[in-house]
T-cell receptor, first 112, second 114 residues
């Protein structure tokens, strides 16, 4: 079993839809939770960062962390064609080894 | 300046060639990383430098040789690569302490080994 599971998609939605992207994880030591967006042939870009449980909102994006269920989500409201990209969840624990564990990424296509 | 600059953007090399990938950042970050990414896969960590010292080597074959000449530069020297090493090579940087999770990635070098 992978430490972080993420549905690879592709997920295709019409413009204006609400998008829900999710990851589950098995390592209860994870405390830092990130969402990175990666456009084709580009490096990943940090979109959202959350420490421990709770919600965080930034414009059209909302990140949720439920540590009791080991489940994180990214919601995109009023999705736009420019949101079409691969979304990678990433996590890390507050241990000596400071490296991220990435999910496999979900490819999102927003149709105009 | 919040940019990580990688050169070259594309590289084609034979299995007997020696080449180098370069990475530069001017954000004052003291942690720098090399990742390898295959198509439709997540980035895989290769090396981490912290304060210009190698802190993590993910059992990468010796045909990949990293170098951190100063706090702004990171190189990856390539020698005798195999076709299966063809991938997107990403450089990233971050703070060393709190905030290390917030990686800033470059656009990568797309490497093809013939």
């Amino acid at each position: 079993q992978k430490e972080v599971e993420q549905d690879p998609g592709p997920l295709s939605v019409p413009e204006g839809a609400i998008v829900s992207l999710n990851c589950t994880y098995s390592n209860s030591a994870f405390q830092y939770f990130m969402w990175y967006r990666q456009y084709s042939r580009k490096g990943p870009e940090l979109l959202m960062y959350t420490y421990s449980s709770g919600n965080k909102e930034d414009g059209r994006f909302t990140a949720q962390v439920d540590k009791s269920s080991k489940y994180i989500s990214l919601f995109i409201r009023d999705s736009q064609p420019s949101d079409s990209a691969t979304y990678l969840c990433a996590m890390s624990a507050d241990t000596g080894r400071r490296a991220l564990t990435f999910g496999s990424g979900t490819r999102l296509q927003v149709q105009p | 300046d919040t940019e990580v600059t990688q050169t070259p953007k594309h590289l084609v090399m034979g299995m007997t060639n020696k080449k180098s990938l370069k990475c530069e950042q001017h954000m004052g970050h003291r942690a720098m990383y090399w990742y390898k990414q295959k198509a439709k896969k997540p980035p895989e960590l290769m090396f981490v430098y912290s304060y210009e010292k190698l802190s993590i080597n993910e059992s990468v074959p010796s045909r990949f040789s990293p170098e951190c000449p100063n706090s702004s530069l990171l190189n990856l020297h390539l020698h005798a690569l195999q076709p299966e090493d063809s991938a997107l090579y990403l450089c990233a940087s971050s703070q060393v302490g709190t905030g290390y999770e917030k990686l800033f990635f470059g656009s990568g070098t797309q490497l093809s080994v013939l």
